[in-house]
């Protein structure tokens, strides 16, 4: 298959076992098991010496059954068709999981956006969004910011899709800034998502509890790691240790939150750091802990990994951030609440949506309303996975993906098949 990858295989194997507990109709396990439509365009852009480079650009389509595709864009080295066909997979089953009316989609391009400058970002971004612009729209496939990307590249792309359509379109993306139709409290949902997880979580895990004495460490600082550390700290945990790609910092008794974000702010990383002591990667998976959020990229616990980690729930934070080998140690571990990425992280997509909602009626929420329906479909959803994987008898991941596989089957199953 073009899009064949170690990342798009061991996907397949999550939806193999979903299958197999669900006793899956296998028509339907087929069709399931390839994307709808995978587009690559080449995208040219005009850099700021007047060079022109080419970049590689990709959108993929997984499944519309239940509704137009959703699903981020990513700039990083490592897309490929591989990567954004598996992550178009499993936006499809995340959409199930907490019940959204869409399917599942991802597109990116081939980039390191670190060495772009603003108006070299900005032209790639728009003219990928020419290549792509019958492949997407509010009814169809509404992207949203991922690894590289932000609401101003949103931004960039709802214009660009505006001026070529001649009236503007806010609802042909989410993740923007307000001022052109983005929601309240989008920046922060998948964080807050996975916090509102990790406590439900909490509720079911015997002699666990949260409160100033939870410790709490995690890797990848960005977006995602730095609003749940946020949000895990007024519920009274300690952040004892963060990383990313420029290091990590570790203090026992806690780092200072406000501290560390006006740092990483300002030096766009955590590396330097003064408030503890230099950590790494490796040594983060050994730290004793309560709660562990892998935040950062896919694929980075295996096996040796998952042995090492002292930690009593953990919560994925990341898409894919643990790999087959390393989910096969998980599932041996009952010392670990593993919350898996198609639930945890769902926060995101929920508020995507809700952005979505908002942008097509034109009638927009509040804050407190967005947060509290959030807290509801997260919490609703654990539920639901929790009850799954007591019937079914599985672990965590195999019970989010069969609840997501099962909603797209009877969905497919009602529709039938044309012609």
């Known amino acids: 298959m073009e899009w064949d990858s170690h990342f798009y295989r061991s996907t397949l194997s999550y939806l193999d076992r ?13 069709r399931l098991k390839r994307p709808e439509r995978a587009l690559i365009v080449n995208v040219p852009c005009r850099m700021d010496d007047g060079t022109v480079r080419n970049f590689t650009g990709y959108r993929v389509q997984h499944n519309d059954t239940r509704g137009p595709c959703k699903g981020g864009i990513r700039y990083h080295l490592d897309v490929d068709l591989g990567e954004v066909a598996s992550l178009a997979m499993l936006m499809t089953f995340k959409c199930a999981v907490v019940g959204l009316p869409l399917g599942g989609a991802k597109g990116g391009i081939t980039v390191d956006p670190l060495t772009l400058s603003r108006n070299e970002k900005q032209r790639l971004t728009r003219r990928y969004t020419t290549e792509i612009v019958n492949f997407i729209g509010p009814d169809i496939d509404i992207p949203a910011p991922d690894m590289g990307t932000d609401e101003q590249t949103m931004s960039w792309l709802m214009d660009t899709y505006s001026q070529i359509k001649g009236r503007a379109v806010p609802g042909v993306v989410t993740g923007k800034p307000v001022s052109v139709g983005g929601s309240l409290g989008r920046a922060e949902a998948t964080g807050r998502g996975v916090s509102y997880t990790i406590l439900e979580a909490a509720q079911v895990t015997p002699g666990f509890e949260i409160n100033d004495k939870t410790t709490v460490t995690i890797q990848g600082f960005g977006n995602v790691g730095a609003a749940t550390a946020k949000k895990l700290a007024k519920y009274g945990c300690k952040i004892i240790a963060v990383t990313d790609v420029t290091g990590g910092i570790y203090n026992a008794q806690g780092l200072d939150l406000n501290a560390l974000f006006q740092w990483v702010d300002e030096h766009h990383g955590v590396k330097g750091f003064k408030g503890g002591d230099t950590i790494t990667n490796e040594e983060l998976y050994r730290l004793k802990c309560d709660i562990f959020v892998p935040a950062a ?11 090492e980690l002292k930690c009593r ?106 012609p």
């Open 18 to 30: 979903a299958a197999q507990a669900l006793n899956l109709d296998a028509n339907i396990h087929q």
């Open 297 to 307: 990229l896919g694929g980075v616990i295996g096996e040796k990994e998952a042995k």
């Open 313 to 418: 729930i953990m919560a994925e934070g990341a898409n894919g951030p643990v790999t087959p080998e390393g989910d096969a140690i998980l599932r041996q571990r009952d010392d670990i609440f593993l919350l898996p990425d198609v639930l945890a992280n769902a926060g995101g997509v929920t508020v995507s949506y809700f952005e979505w909602v908002q942008d097509i009626s034109a009638f927009f929420w509040s804050a407190k309303e967005i947060n509290s329906r959030l807290h509801e479909i997260m919490k609703r959803s654990f539920q639901e996975v929790w009850t799954l994987k007591q019937s079914l008898g599985c672990d965590m991941r195999t019970a989010a993906m069969a609840l997501g596989v099962k909603k797209v089957s009877d969905a497919m199953l009602a529709r039938g098949l044309f």
